[in-house]
């Protein structure tokens, strides 16, 4: 194809890309870079009978026209990076000088806001990603074997999870695990507990955040490693068979080397969707327990008071982080490409 | 493919079934659980007192004498307009399916059909976009459209879906185009065909099984997107997604959980018929861009 009728076809969505998706980038690492103006304050003096005071006032019609005039707000450097509410440069070292074991540092840095969501995004990421994968393959290997007429009935009811909206599929499980719920009273009569609430304990609703993460993404990479039992190579199989490999052995020694490209490729993407959590927080109403990056972005751009400048710099750090997570998945790319030319 | 060799002994297979059957209850009961009830009065659905009641109702049976009651689903269709936000989300949906479907298959049939080496490090920077967490990019749009006031309107949110969409949509569409091959619209060229004819006549009418898998994904994007739609939508344009968060805020309070139960299960029911319809593509869909790579 020539360049030129290659430049006509990609250009719809080359510029579709370009103009919302790199230029938000840009406006908000830009943003990021800027505070929101201060008042505008009017200091008038009032003499009476009584002597002068001096009295001061906003000046709305000022404040207006500078917002106006310059609706980035005015230029503030890193500061907004290092404050206390992103990376907490001066209440980080204040506990590093001040710490007593390295235990309690940690304790302190879990108060800071940004922290705390760091703490969590990250456990979560790493902890449901390989439990995903592991009871993914365990329900792909069970269904493989099942009888065929069965197996379509089964995938149709593994994919809900997964296809219902997250916030949803949340709301669901949120509904059930309610100490008036289902779940909820099921887990008080297994606990022999009558006030034991799964929202109460920040240990507990981690765990629930967790148990719906694996709920939800497990479908992905059971139909990923489905997929790939089909093309098992039934060759190999039979001559392990034959030389008498247990059932056990047969997984250990051939399925699961086979599986592995897609091991990997389902730890990629899963990296990168579950570093992203964001709607069970919202639908499990878990934001006194556990925040996550994206949720202190969705908090601050939301309500009355939008905190652009703020919510940019989160978003720049998760940019960041992402990139950090993504970058052996197109060390991979790049490797397969080069190996295919 | 049933020989003796291959066939496992009971206990195996009791096993086997027992865990299919745990996983069949974890993925499929909380959703019938749900549907069934949404039909019911909120102290029976949240019962203090047995979680059976729940199952047949007592106190839905005193307050409207039958045990299932649409009560839910009248407050929130018509008390709260719900049916607003459905049609929002259909319209949001049909047009970016229909956009992105337009501008991906254009652009992915082009990054297939061309070997220079900038398809490549194309195809890698959608990949880095299709890592972007929607959440961070809203930010950097909400100034801008509050300035030029695109803030609040449907086709604003509808193109910036679109744009979310297309790093996936090329993706996909681009290994589909692969698999046609190469042969069919350079014969088309040879009779004389622009490379726009040949793609107009010879690959439209064999795609469709491909764009109609990328469809489904887009219109599950559209469908389950929260963070865009919450963040863009004025109230009165809400999609079902944002509408069913804002009604947590207000319901709890006066005691109609019952009418997000029912807007919930409303807002499910067009994703069961979708998997019923489409399980073929959408497995197939799924395991696209995995079992080639």
């Known amino acids: ?341 | 493919m049933s020989s003796k060799a291959t066939q496992q002994p009971l206990g195996l297979r009791i096993v086997i079934y027992a865990f299919i059957g745990i996983w069949l209850v974890m993925a499929a009961f909380p959703f019938l659980w749900t549907l069934w009830g949404s039909f019911k009065v909120e102290l029976d659905f949240f019962s203090i007192t047995n979680w059976k009641d729940a199952l047949f109702g007592p106190r839905t049976q005193a307050t409207y004498g039958s045990s299932l009651t649409g009560a839910g689903y009248e407050g929130a269709w018509i008390q709260e307009e719900f049916w607003r936000a459905v049609l929002n989300t259909f319209i949001v949906c049909f047009f970016v399916v229909c956009t992105s479907l337009t501008i991906g298959t254009l652009g992915g049939y082009a990054l297939s059909r061309s070997g220079f080496k900038y398809t490549f490090w194309l195809l890698i920077i959608a990949l880095i976009f299709r890592a972007m967490p929607p959440i961070t990019l809203v930010s950097g749009y909400l100034l801008p459209f509050f300035e030029w006031n695109l803030w609040g309107i449907l086709p604003t949110s509808i193109i910036v879906l679109v744009a979310i969409n297309q790093p996936f949509t090329l993706w996909m569409l681009h290994s589909f185009f692969q698999k046609i091959p190469k042969e069919l619209d350079e014969s088309a060229k040879v009779d004389g065909c622009t490379q726009f004819q040949a793609f107009r006549h010879v690959i439209i009418p064999v795609m469709w099984p491909g764009v109609i898998t990328t469809g489904l994904f887009s219109f599950l994007l559209a469908y389950n997107d929260f963070a865009v739609t919450a963040m863009l939508l004025s109230k009165e344009n809400q999609t079902m997604v944002p509408k069913i968060a804002s009604f947590l805020g207000t319901t709890q309070t006066e005691g109609n959980v019952m009418f997000a139960v029912a807007a919930v299960v409303s807002a499910t029911v067009p994703l069961f018929i979708l998997v019923m319809f489409f399980q073929r593509q959408i497995v197939s869909g799924l395991t696209a861009g995995a079992v080639k790579g």
């Open chain 1, 1 to 341: 194809m020539k360049h030129k009728t290659f430049f006509w076809f990609f250009l719809p969505t080359a510029l579709a890309m370009l103009l919302f998706i790199a230029f938000p980038i840009i406006s908000v690492v830009i943003q990021s870079l800027f505070t929101p103006h201060e008042a505008v304050l009017l200091t008038v003096e009032n003499c009476g009978p009584f002597g002068c005071k001096t009295e001061t006032s906003i000046d709305q019609e000022a404040t207006a026209a500078l917002k106006l005039a310059e609706p980035l707000g005015r230029f503030a450097g890193l500061s907004i990076y290092l404050d206390r509410g992103h990376l907490a440069v001066d209440e980080v070292a204040a506990l590093w000088s001040g710490r007593e074991s390295l235990g309690g540092f940690f304790d302190g840095l879990k108060n800071l806001p940004f922290y705390r969501a760091m703490y969590f995004t990250l456990t979560y990421t790493f902890v449901v990603t390989p439990l995903l994968i592991v009871l993914g393959f365990a329900i792909a290997v069970g269904v493989n074997s099942l009888h065929r007429h069965l197996k379509g009935l089964v995938i149709f009811f593994s994919l809900l999870p997964m296809i219902v909206t997250p916030l949803i599929g949340s709301l669901i499980l949120f509904w059930m695990i309610d100490s008036r719920g289902v779940l909820g009273s099921a887990i008080q009569f297994l606990a022999d507990d009558p006030d034991l609430s799964l929202k109460a304990s920040t240990a507990l609703t981690w765990i629930t955040l967790m148990v719906y993460g694996v709920w939800h993404s497990a479908p992905f990479a059971f139909v990923v490693f489905y997929a790939g039992l089909q093309t098992l190579p039934q060759d190999t199989l039979e001559s392990a068979m034959i030389d008498g490999a247990s059932r056990w052995q047969q997984i250990r020694y051939v399925v699961i080397p086979h599986l592995m490209p897609l091991v990997t490729f389902v730890a990629l993407i899963q990296l990168m969707d579950n570093f992203r959590v964001f709607e069970p927080i919202v639908g499990f109403n878990a934001e006194a327990h556990a925040t996550s990056l994206s949720w202190i972005i969705f908090n601050d751009l939301g309500g009355e008071t939008r905190l652009l400048s703020s919510a940019a710099a989160t978003s720049v750090l998760t940019i960041i982080g992402v990139a950090i997570l993504l970058s052996p998945v197109l060390v991979r790319t790049w490797r397969d490409f080069n190996a295919k030319t």
